[in-house]
């Protein structure tokens, strides 16, 4: 009996009446830090479609690119989308976003490295761990001593201590593997890159015949002369010394992803229009139709296709002197390793 009447009294007390109805959490509670790494918010204003963070991010279903429908006055913008229910907010979304303004934002938490830190010198140099094989030969070779060190099984350039002197470039055995990147120029640098890859698509893509005819376990093997490719790329940064290094440096790495189209095979299902993320691939008069320009290569299209229609193909490069004195990139190609259509 006392402890109901206990509770009346506590429920009669001016000051609990005034709490209850003027009740709101305490703000530090509410209030975000800084440092809090919350799910990740989208600027699809700013997006490039580059696919960095859908590659880089470890949780399934957690991101992908959707392209927004044309209107009458201009072509939808693709973007990233974030699935909460699958999004772990690791962050590396944002990290390796390119566009500045970033596209994906999520917090200060995460940890941005810049690409370049400004040193007096025109050129620096890095080490590429997707081609280093952990020889140690360029540590030996260091003039400085401990410019090159090796942690968490990686070897690095310390760039505080690095002088450029090169000679760990000239005693490495992999082509690639360490790399001079210019630290001047650095935007045409990159619309020569661009260049690069518009050019080595374009070249694969006149040879869509002879690709489809690839088969698995085939290798198909092309040599493109690269003095127009040059040529262009003088216009842009008269630096022949750079723009070689530039080729050098993205077909060492370049991988592309090559999606053919056989109309033959093709019985306009329409499976693949409707699962198409981008809106490349749609009905019309005559028929299903892709267009190359609105193509994310993802491959969606080629593992849904029940006829075999759709190929999928990895080329890969290396730049080289031809026998005539000039350059030339060397292109091999190979189906994908998904599963090929019967």
Not at 286 to 313: E, H, M, W
Request: hydrophobic letters at 35%; aromatic letters at 8%; proline letters at 4%.
């Amino acid at each position: 009996m006392s402890s109901v009447i206990w509770y009346l009294y506590e429920f009669a007390r001016k000051s609990w009446a005034e709490n209850f109805a003027a009740a709101k959490s305490n703000s530090e509670i509410m209030d975000k830090p800084s440092r809090f790494r919350d799910y990740p918010i989208v600027h699809k204003e700013y997006c490039i479609a580059c696919g960095a963070c859908t590659a880089a991010c470890p949780a399934p279903m957690a991101i992908k690119l959707v392209r927004d429908v044309d209107s009458a006055h201009e072509q939808g913008i693709t973007y990233p989308v974030i699935n909460n229910r699958g999004c772990i907010r690791c962050g590396f979304c944002a990290e390796v976003c390119p566009t500045d303004p970033k596209t994906l934002t999520c917090g200060e938490n995460h940890l941005i490295r810049e690409k370049f830190t400004i040193l007096p010198v025109d050129k620096k140099y890095v080490i590429d761990d997707y081609l280093c094989i952990r020889c140690k030969k360029c540590m030996k070779t260091c003039q400085v001593g401990d410019a090159i060190v090796e942690e968490n099984n990686k070897i690095l350039i310390d760039q505080k201590k690095c002088i450029s002197c090169g000679e760990c470039l000239k005693t490495c055995p992999v082509k690639g593997a360490i790399k001079g990147i210019h630290i001047a120029h650095i935007d045409e640098q990159k619309e020569i890159i661009n260049l690069v890859v518009d050019t080595l698509e374009a070249y694969i893509e006149a040879h869509e015949e002879d690709v489809k005819k690839v088969g698995e376990g085939d290798v198909f093997k092309l040599d493109m002369d690269s003095d127009d490719l040059i040529e262009k790329a003088r216009a842009i940064l008269p630096n022949d010394e750079l723009i070689h290094d530039i080729i050098e440096n993205i077909t060492d790495r370049l991988k592309l992803r090559i999606i053919t189209w056989d109309k033959n095979k093709c019985t306009d299902c329409g499976l693949c229009v409707k699962e198409c993320p981008s809106h490349a691939i749609r009905f019309t008069e005559n028929g299903v139709i892709r267009d190359p320009d609105k193509c994310l290569k993802c491959s969606i299209c080629y593992q849904t296709c029940p006829f075999g229609a759709i190929g999928y193909y990895i080329a890969r490069f290396l730049f080289r002197p031809s026998e005539d004195g000039g350059n030339i990139i060397h292109i091999t190609l190979k189906t994908s390793d998904l599963p090929v259509r019967s």
